[in-house]
């Protein structure tokens, strides 16, 4: 047998298709060279003498999948929640990416956000940065040694931002990508490069022209925001009123997915036009309901990106949201669809906890190839959480007690890690 | 100097006035004979000599106030939050509820109940029991002994009901109470018998008179639910025609806190009649916001009963709320009132952190008498707060400290608690 096959026991819950569970109390989870080999309720006999590593009735999930978050947001998460997204930019956001010119700050910062990554249950994540290209690579640095599988942006932005955070030209910014994404490529296994421009107010027509051409010179993912909140979209019209929506605003640049795996993140007002743009193009969509509500953009109809059969993940969008949790969000995007089902349209029924379990999972993962379930030949990404603080296991089935997960989980019920097969010791 | 005198001393935060925080650093709270004497900067002369304990860089606030929780249903929080909430107490509430008839499964709720509030920063609650009588003497006998100061409800229900959780009877119910309330009069010190009519679709008339009867005879604060639902709105309105308005129903009896102190929960669809009612009342209302999601209820006017002057305080309404913690509630409060702002009325602006924490300390607080502040002369109600875990504390402001707090919190963080100067080892 393969040195490198491993068995982990104990109660196993994942999702294939969005709303459905599969659950195995007390079953096995093979590892073969850092992939899922199969899930059994016995252990076929082709595995005898392999190390059984046995959690009793913790439950074992896949890791979860953040699709949008800010480092170096995480710094002034959970304070100055008072304005709206365009003024908590300029007034919060802004002077403090700033501050990333600074490696040192740089360092001491993005220190505390990946060690606070790598303690929770998620193993892969899209994520911003700063236009700083050396505090970016400290972060892709730390990331590096984490053991997590991530994306990272450096962010381009040449237009309507501050002085002191806005790079001198279109070219500049291009070129800086350029060579940021060649150190990139030399540097690091499991953190890679993906092209960032911030959102369509911060990038000049010049820029994107030079992104499109960094993107197909490098095959880069991309990823950015997209009809986020209302004064937002009006600017955007303002901005670009050749644009037939704020998707087509990315799109007319080939910046929305037609050719590279693209992530835009929120999707809050994206009408029946975008949304048939963001199927068309295979966008994802990270859904991110708790920056959504504490900037007061509104409520994603995420039921309508489903029924429509969009990508969509789940995003912590920290320090819109204050939290890195997944596990967190997942809550927040059902309690959010039950408001929009109350509030605004009651054709879209609210989503599960089912449902927004495969939007964390393998919703999210897909932008990572075949991540984010126990299915053969997925990665093998699994957290181990023991709820044994929340109640005693054998009253509740292993659907009821994830659900109580999502609304109960604390930072040390999280007591196993593995990321593509390897083990992080949390 | 009096031998029950003491002093903590810490990061002091607490609210004298919604929307406003008083904050000290490292300042003296001096407690004498159970009521806070007084907060310090420096410590006065008179008090040389009387010990004091050194919290550090902690944060020491008022003990929060949950006016709102059904103890009965802890057992299932977390789990079955698919329905609306007339099928939810249909389906989920009332089947575990009748279970309460037995005393061993109530003793051994109730047990994980009550432990679980001591562990946390709430140090005053009004609590729904049962229909039953020993169960909920139960449920007290366990509160007297936490130390907790509460008030606590048998539930009146004899209509609208399955057999099996339903009383014969007005006239059951109401002896079945005062034999209640005679006996609580005997056995408790700091555990209050509250009137509980459970809402209107579950009383009779005849009932409703003869609680306004037991009220009168012994004095008796009351209880119980208002304008949560659509349906539940609808339905009271069938059931009480002649009623103006929801809280009529209850008022028409005069049962809506014209001259005993009330609590009315969730409030989320009072109109401007309902509000004026309360007003000239006195009326307490609960706001629940987590709960009122999670039931797909809808959001309250908080900011409306703010301008008004209306009493209002936080709660908790475990099981539509899934957990204990008065912080997750103002954490739900501020981004409900964010949403509805958003979605519903653009004329009611958020609730700040500031406001939701005044609601959770002195709002509901009021409601127990002078609790939920350091002002001379109140309780000596106090949770020490270590935050060290999410932050530097010296690089942000106390204020800044609580509204990360709301977000970051976990049970481990409370780390002291006194209730009324005794102190509780949680």
Redesign the interface.
């Known amino acids: 047998m393969n040195p490198s096959t491993f068995i982990v026991r104990g109660d196993i819950c994942y999702s294939e298709v969005c709303g459905e569970l599969k659950t195995l109390e007390r079953g096995y989870l093979v590892c073969e060279n850092g992939l899922v080999e199969g899930v059994y309720g016995s252990l076929p006999e082709r595995f005898a003498g392999i190390p059984v590593r046995d959690f009793g009735r913790q439950m074992i999930i896949p890791g979860l999948v953040d699709l949008h978050v800010h480092a170096p947001q995480y710094s002034f ?3 100055h ?2 304005l709206e997204l365009l003024d908590w930019l300029n007034r919060y956001t802004f002077p403090e990416e700033s501050k990333y010119a600074d490696e040192d700050y740089a360092r001491k910062r993005y220190t505390v956000f990946v060690n606070d990554l790598r303690r929770g249950a998620t193993t892969r994540a899209c994520i911003f940065g700063t236009l700083h290209v050396p505090a970016t690579e400290i972060l892709m640095d730390l990331l590096e040694q984490s053991g997590l599988r991530t994306m990272v942006g450096k962010v381009n932005m040449d237009r309507n931002a501050p002085d002191y955070l806005c790079e001198e030209s279109a070219e500049v910014s291009a070129q800086d990508t350029v060579e940021w994404v060649k150190d990139c490529r030399k540097r690091y296994r499991n953190t890679k490069p993906i092209l960032t421009p911030r959102f369509t107010p911060s990038c000049t027509d010049a820029l994107m022209e030079n992104l499109k051409k960094v993107q197909l010179r490098y095959g880069l993912p991309l990823q950015s925001h997209l009809s986020e909140n209302l004064s937002e979209i009006e600017w955007v019209k303002e901005l670009c009123p050749e644009a037939e929506f704020y998707g087509d605003a990315y799109d007319r640049f080939g910046l929305f997915g037609a050719d590279c795996p693209t992530i835009m993140a929120h999707c809050v007002y994206s009408d029946e036009r975008e949304i048939r743009r963001m199927k068309e193009n295979g966008v994802f969509v990270a859904h991110c309901p ?1 920056s959504n ?2 900037v ?4 994603a109809p995420v039921r309508r990106f489903l029924d429509e059969g969009l990508h969509v993940g789940m995003g912590s969008d920290v320090a819109g949201g ?2 890195l949790s997944i596990f967190t969000a997942m809550m ?1 995007a ?3 669809s ?7 349209d009651d054709s879209l029924k ?1 989503l ?2 089912a449902e927004v379990f495969y939007l964390g999972t393998k919703g999210g993962g897909a932008f990572f190839g075949k991540v984010g379930s126990f299915e053969p030949g997925y990665e093998f990404d699994a957290v181990v959480l023991d709820d044994s603080r ?1 109640s005693a296991p054998c009253e ?1 089935s292993i659907a ?1 007690r994830l ?2 997960f ?3 989980h ?2 040390q019920d999280i007591k196993a890690k593995y990321v593509a097969g390897e083990e992080l010791f949390c």
């Open positions: 998460r959970g304070t929640m008072d708790e509500m504490n007061c953009s509104g409520i204050t939290v927040h059902i309690q959010a039950k408001l929009r089902w109350r509030l605004v609210p599960s906890a929340h509740y009821d659900e109580r999502l609304y109960f604390q930072e």
